[in-house]
């Protein structure tokens, strides 16, 4: 239990002045508490909208998902994602090989 809850549960049997020091500095120096209370991340960067660009297929978001396990009946065995940031409109190309050439060439095709 946490700070909060310890003091109630105490005071519900016992009471003695400066309870709520004595249960603050017992659960500060509780093992089992620091084992299991999260980290504090005080680094954090805090969120921020993500802008969208003015006019569509100006960015374009690529990721590819592989290996498809098993392959496809014509043997595709990955998928080149493509999504457009403005309108959000996305294409699943299937691809057979996973080369630098077969990846550019298919992309050129859809750019």
């Known amino acids: 239990m946490g700070m909060r809850k ?3 549960r105490i005071r519900y049997s016992f009471y003695w002045p ?9 659960c500060k120096t509780c093992k089992e508490r620091q084992l299991r209370s999260p980290e504090k991340k005080t680094d ?8 969208r660009p003015d006019l569509p297929f100006q960015v374009i978001k690529v990721d590819i998902i592989r290996p498809i396990e098993p392959p496809s ?3 595709y065995k990955y998928v080149l994602c493509l999504m457009d940031q403005h309108s959000r409109w996305p294409e699943a190309v299937p ?3 996973l080369t ?3 990846t550019v060439m298919l992309y050129m095709r859809y750019s």
């Open 18 to 26: 400066g309870l709520s020091q004595d249960v603050e500095i017992f």
């Open 95 to 97: 691809l057979k090989s």
């Open 44 to 51: 954090r960067i805090p969120i921020t909208p993500v802008s």
């Open 73 to 75: 009946a014509r043997k």
């Open 6 to 8: 310890t003091k109630e």
């Open 100 to 102: 630098a050439k077969s």
